[in-house]
């Protein structure tokens, strides 16, 4: 959304609006049009690309289904477990459990791009802290399955250091090494901030093979790196105006693409991964 938006109705030549009634305004508009688009506050562009008919959507204030804007760090969090649990039991293509799960990793969206090796490292502690929750929400002792963690092949010594510090109730690995051997049905493998194409191809195979495979918080992805019959198990955006947070993008599988308004909590539209996400990807 640009700075300023005027908002063309017959009976207004020009009504400034409030962010939140403006994000509810412009969807709809967007939607009647065949489309419509928002800009997250991140560098990951939240793009919607509506192709299907009307009679799939779900309008201004319809059913969402599951998805919720997160309360608290553990709200999101238990949310985010629920969900990737859902789709490895059932992700969208059973050939390929590749499942994604992508948030900002902390609250204060300022420091995520502030570029500062403090809020970097509060970033990667935030990352670690929940990789050791979702380990602990996917394994269970003796009746399995069993969890791998699987590292960015660029991860330093110092990260690696504290992963095994901090994560219990998992097997560690480097991407560097390749896929972990050994892994089946009876095993899930999480990757933890995934940044390179060797860790996009290693997760893959993993997929690929039949073990499923969880992406956290990956980075640098390009249309190659997922692909488009993988299945986004958690997914938290926020929609931005005037450097404000107007609205969030959600999906918590096996719900739909929620955009709800940050105020009111409302659903101001729903959408099917068909019409959402970016042709042959698994982004939206």
């Known amino acids: 959304l640009q700075p300023t938006t005027t ?3 017959p009976a207004a030549t020009a009504t400034t ?3 939140s009634r403006l994000l509810s305004t412009l969807l ?3 939607l009647l049009a065949g489309a419509s688009s928002f800009a997250p506050s991140n560098t990951h562009a939240a793009r919607t690309r509506v192709t299907k008919s009307s009679s799939t959507r779900t ?4 059913g969402s289904g599951g998805a919720k804007i997160p309360s608290s760090t553990s709200d999101r969090d238990n949310a985010a477990i629920a969900a990737v649990k859902a789709a490895i039991q059932k992700p969208r293509d059973p050939s390929c459990p590749l499942i994604e799960c992508e948030f900002p990793a902390l609250t204060a969206l300022n420091k995520l791009g502030d570029g500062s090796l403090r809020s970097s490292l509060e970033a990667e502690d ?3 802290a929940f990789a050791n929750k979702l380990v602990g929400g996917i394994g ?3 009746f399995g399955p069993s969890v791998s963690l699987v590292m960015s092949s660029s991860a330093s010594k110092a990260l690696l250091n504290k992963v095994q510090k901090k994560v219990k109730g998992a097997t560690l690995y480097s991407a560097k090494d ?3 051997e050994g892994q089946g049905k009876g095993s899930v493998c999480v990757f933890l901030t995934p940044s390179s194409p060797k860790d996009y191809q290693a997760a893959r195979s993993l997929a690929e093979s039949g073990c499923p495979t969880v992406l956290v918080n990956g980075s640098f992805k390009d249309q190659k790196s997922v692909p488009g019959s993988a299945t986004m198990g958690y997914f938290v955006k926020p929609l931005t105006y005037n450097s ?3 609205g969030f993008l959600i999906r918590s599988y096996p719900s739909p693409w929620t955009v709800l308004d940050a105020q009111t909590k409302k659903v101001l539209g729903s959408f099917t991964d068909e019409q959402i996400l970016v042709d042959r990807t698994n982004t939206p």
């Open 7 to 9: 908002i063309r109705t």
């Open 244 to 246: 404000q947070v107007a």
């Open 17 to 19: 609006m409030a962010p």
């Open 140 to 142: 269970v002792p003796i």
């Open 59 to 62: 309008f201004l204030f319809g």
């Open 178 to 180: 390749g896929a972990p």
């Open 126 to 128: 935030a990352n670690v």
């Open 28 to 30: 709809l508009v967007g």
